[in-house]
């Protein structure tokens, strides 16, 4: 049996950081290959510096390493990618491209490619999208998610590669911070408690987005990419959902442990993107074809959430 070799390209990342610990746990270090366009001080062993703008830089790594399987996290998120729609548009697009360009070229049998709600845009049914929804999105980032999605199924109908991917909600997590997105407030309103600081909240209190625990995004992840061919139906990319909770929700589940705990609420641009975006997400295909179930609730997460970062604050 040949063994998996796995390339991440973003482990810097807010997911490829936890993810790419996750899989070293579970393949073994030397089998998973860290990559990020800057050297990661936490990553000191099997790490290759690679700008993914650069197919050779990549294909270098995936030669050296007789790279099986590659997980492309590296992209511009929603809200930074509204500062810079062009530059945004050739990013993502560029570096999925090449992405996908190698592994077909250097018989890489699998590649995990993220998409996001960010696809779904004003006119879907803000309070359940359905795997099949029509798909309009209203920022260059999901603009290139979508295009990606419909990349991932000509590679799969035309060269055979096995291209997985899931749509993400906002993902909460304490071991790192999200970066440019729309759904950043949610972790950071979990630090702000902890620091005792007031949070400013850019979106409006009852803004309702689909999220995320870390750990959910994690196994769900893992789970796809784990499950046989002839179950993975969808070849654009599977709806995920777990939690769909606002602003004023997540604030009332940490007044229950620190109710001192105060949030101002002063929307911004944000607030827009949030509004085109669905409340809800359907993911009854993920649950049939791979067995999808999330296991944390609002409750838990913040109960793990301030547990966390408190023993991480004490600690610096
Ligand atoms: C963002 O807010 O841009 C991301 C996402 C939902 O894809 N977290």
């Known amino acids: 049996m040949v063994r998996d070799k796995i390339l991440v390209i973003g482990a810097n990342g807010q997911l490829g950081s936890v993810l790419s610990v996750a899989l070293q746990k579970i393949f073994g270090k030397e089998n998973v290959i860290l990559s990020d ?186 789970e796809i990419m784990q499950t046989p061919i002839e179950n993975i139906r969808i070849r654009t990319s599977y709806n995920l959902a777990s939690m769909s909770l606002s602003p004023i929700e997540i604030a009332l589940a940490i007044q229950k442990i620190h109710p001192n705990f105060k949030v101002d609420y002063y929307t911004d641009f944000r607030q827009n993107i949030a509004a085109t975006w669905p409340s809800e997400i359907d993911d009854q295909q993920a649950r049939k074809d791979w067995n999808w179930q999330p296991k944390y609730d609002l409750t838990q997460m913040t109960k793990i959430m301030l547990e966390q970062l408190e023993k991480k604050y004490k600690k610096n």
């Not at 703008?53 to 990618?81: F, N």
């Not at 999925?96 to 077909?104: D, Q, S």
């Not at 419909?150 to 997985?164: C, E, K, M, P, S």
Request: glycine share 6%.
């Open 37 to 222: 366009i800057k050297p990661n001080p936490l990553f000191e062993s099997h790490f290759e510096k690679i700008d993914a703008m650069v197919y050779d830089q990549i294909e270098y790594v995936v030669k050296k390493y007789s790279i099986t399987q590659i997980y492309h996290l590296a992209a511009i998120l929603s809200a930074a990618g509204e500062k810079y729609p062009l530059r945004t548009w050739r990013l993502n697009m560029e570096m999925m491209l090449n992405v996908f360009e190698v592994a077909r070229k250097n018989s890489v049998s699998r590649v995990f490619f993220p998409s996001s709600i960010a696809v779904f845009g004003k006119n879907v049914a803000r309070s359940k999208a359905i795997q099949t929804s029509f798909i309009n999105p209203s920022t260059v980032y999901g603009i290139s998610k979508a295009a990606g999605e419909n990349w991932a199924q000509y590679y799969f109908d035309q060269y055979g590669l096995d291209v997985r991917s899931l749509r993400y909600p906002g993902i909460i997590g304490y071991k790192s911070m999200p970066g440019g997105g729309t759904t950043d407030y949610a972790v950071e309103i979990y630090h702000s408690a902890v620091k005792k600081e007031k949070y400013i909240c850019y979106l409006n209190p009852d803004t309702k987005l689909p999220l995320i625990y870390m750990d959910d995004a994690i196994h769900a992840t893992i």
